[in-house]
């Protein structure tokens, strides 16, 4: 048995320029650091002839068309996979529709256990760019890059989408002590709302494509927001980077219709009035977690918790997809 596993992440600055109807017109980048809650995968050899599936639901097929799950079927044809004797197993840290890049982390993961079952070493950037053409070529789904390629090299990282399609991967040059003061002022909370991240990113990837000059010029601002973050924390800035935090969120609500709701609004002016000095809703919008920076952590947890909302601590993860065991 192969066991995977691939991180989650958080955005820090420029979130949605990584999509290629925007980064193919203008260049893209996205300030990203991977987390430790993940997405695992096992990969076993069985003695039966179908295939076995164990996601949500379960799939027991014969043919790689008949697979339901489609990030599974087209891993397996990539890989070269023959749907015999094989089963493939997930699980997660936080379910999926929250805003932390799961498809990507479970992509990752996937992969790389596939590859190993063969006996391949895939570098990391290759198994990004699987993942991706995998998403946005095969699948035609509208998202971006960040989440394959934080997921794959973890850490707290920079990257740049250019108008090729190549991505500059470069970490963010940030001290020990900066690091660890970010690692520890920044809380997460669940709202308990999940939704798909495509429905909002398919409004954002169809009026990129149409040049709408609204979307466009809200792009290139959370654009220059990332490097500005990147800015703040590699001078040890971190109260600038939570401002810049700020700002980012209220043009990422202007973006498109269901990026937050009245009861998010709520949470996030409790938390504002309550220590934290900056913030904002991770990934796509519409739900997922809340995400904000403070330097007085027991007095925001403290009133969150009253209002109901639910913590999840975190730290950072310099690992990147890995095999966890093989047996």
Known sequence: MIITRSPLRISLGGGGTDLPSYYREHGGFVLSAAIDKYVYIAVHQTFVDDLIIKYSRMERVKSLDDIQHPLIREALKLTGHQPVGLEIASMSDIPAGTGLGSSGSFLTALLQGLHLQKKAIVPKRDLAEQACHIEIEKLQEPVGKQDQYIASFGGVTCFEFNKDDTVTVEPLQISHETLANLEDNLVLFYTGYTRAASEILRDQDTRSRQRDSAMVDNLHTVKELGFESKKALESGNLRGFAEIMQVHWEHKKRRTDGMSNSMINTWYE????????????????????????????????????????????????FEGTMLVTRS
């Open 270 to 317: 409790l938390a504002r009035n309550n220590g934290a000095l900056g913030g904002k809703l991770i990934g796509a919008g519409g739900g997922g977690f809340l995400m904000f920076y403070t330097e007085d952590k027991t007095r925001l947890r403290h009133v969150m918790r009253e209002a109901g909302v639910r913590e999840v601590r975190i730290r950072f993860d």
